[in-house]
């Protein structure tokens, strides 16, 4: 199957290829783990590198927001928007949900305009605002999912995470809804503060287990090599494995 590459060094590797066509796929992290510049890379990469025009839809951020961090990676948004091939959206949970379950409404129209082809929605976290019912919240965000599958659009969509550090005890619905699921993450290494990313999960597709390191660098996100002769990365509590057990299984 064709994939839709993000353009990411080392991520779409992790992902067999790139998303599936027309998924939905999730990146949950904490404040400063580079959700929003995963998003952007996505956007961008799709328009430069692959055909792919793009909409960026926000429930936080104004648009000049995105311009000026894009800028400090070297993508030029306004001179993509002059030609016609992003759009960024400012909007709320309640208007696009709305919006994306009418015939011809804005957003609709700005997916036409651009003839989009991927999209970013920075936070579905948002949507919790909408109801404090956990069954009707998994509703919203499905038909939201929906919606903008029915567009034919691969989305991503960004999600605040409240841990900082160690395993999280968040029972958050959309998890189940996406089709992919990638967790960005602070980790502690003796006394540093170091990235963490793994792929959760993804839907119909083998994906990479491990744990990578990755970094926001002046292009962008790099994903890196593995955590190695680590165990318990995510969990807040890291230890160096056994000298023995490194030689005889991480290193083979």
């Known amino acids: 199957m064709d994939r839709v590459k993000t353009g990411i060094s080392g991520l779409d590797e992790m992902l067999g290829g790139g998303f599936l066509p027309e998924s939905a796929n999730l990146v949950e992290g904490a404040p400063g783990t580079g959700k929003t510049t995963v998003g952007m890379?996505?956007?961008?990469?799709?328009?430069?590198?692959?055909?792919?025009?793009?909409?960026?839809?926000?429930?936080?951020?104004?648009?000049?927001?995105?311009?000026?961090?894009?800028?400090?990676?070297?993508?030029?948004?306004?001179?993509?928007?002059?030609?016609?091939?992003?759009?960024?959206?400012?909007?709320?949970?309640?208007?696009?949900?709305?919006?994306?379950?009418?015939?011809?409404?804005?957003?609709?129209?700005?997916?036409?305009?651009?003839?989009?082809?991927?999209?970013?929605?920075?936070?579905?976290?948002?949507?919790?605002?909408?109801?404090?019912?956990?069954?009707?919240?998994?509703?919203?965000?499905?038909?939201?999912?929906?919606?903008?599958?029915?567009?034919?659009?691969?989305?991503?969509?960004?999600?605040?995470?409240?841990?900082?550090?160690?395993?999280?005890t968040d029972n958050s619905s959309i998890g189940f809804v996406v089709d992919s699921y990638i967790l960005l993450r602070y980790v502690e290494i003796e006394s540093a503060i170091r990235k963490a990313l793994l792929v959760l999960k993804m839907r119909g597709s083998d994906h990479a287990k491990d744990i990578r390191q990755y970094s926001i660098a002046a292009n962008g996100i790099e994903v890196q090599s593995k955590f190695e002769g680590q165990e318990g990365i995510l969990s807040g509590n890291p230890r160096k494995l056994a000298a023995s057990f490194v030689e005889a299984f991480v290193k083979k």
């Open 41 to 168: 890379q996505f956007i961008y990469n799709g328009i430069v590198h692959f055909n792919e025009p793009g909409l960026i839809i926000t429930f936080e951020e104004f648009p000049k927001q995105y311009y000026h961090d894009a800028t400090t990676f070297g993508w030029d948004f306004p001179a993509l928007e002059r030609q016609g091939l992003l759009k960024i959206v400012m909007t709320s949970p309640e208007v696009s949900q709305m919006d994306l379950e009418s015939v011809g409404g804005f957003i609709e129209g700005h997916i036409r305009d651009v003839g989009a082809r991927r999209v970013v929605v920075d936070s579905v976290s948002h949507f919790a605002r909408l109801t404090q019912n956990p069954v009707e919240l998994r509703s919203l965000e499905f038909k939201f999912i929906n919606a903008l599958k029915r567009e034919r659009l691969t989305s991503l969509l960004t999600r605040e995470s409240p841990v900082l550090l160690g395993d999280s």
